[in-house]
C-alpha cells in the first residue's frame, strides 16, 4: 500500500474490502461489493480485480475468488 497515494490508495484499500468480503463469503455479487467499496460502477472495479487474477466470473453478475 505504500507505493499508492491520494485515490489511488482509497481504490486499493476498497478493493481489499471487497476481496477480503469475498474471500470470507466464498463470493460475491455486484451489488455486495458496491456497498462495500462505495462504488457506483463496480463491475469496473470487479473487472479489474479478475484482470488482476484475483478474482473469477461466475456466471451473470457474481464472483469468486481465486485459489
Do not use: C
Not at 490508495?9 to 461489493?33: P, S
Amino acid at each position: 500500500m505504500a507505493k499508492y497515494k491520494g485515490k489511488r490508495l482509497l481504490v486499493a484499500k476498497a478493493r481489499e474490502r471487497v476481496l477480503k468480503a469475498a474471500k470470507r463469503r466464498g463470493r460475491i455479487t455486484n451489488a455486495e461489493a458496491s456497498a462495500i467499496g462505495k462504488w457506483d460502477q463496480a463491475w469496473y472495479h470487479l473487472n479489474a480485480m479478475r484482470e488482476a487474477g484475483l478474482l473469477k466470473r461466475q456466471g451473470f453478475n457474481e464472483w469468486r475468488p481465486r485459489k
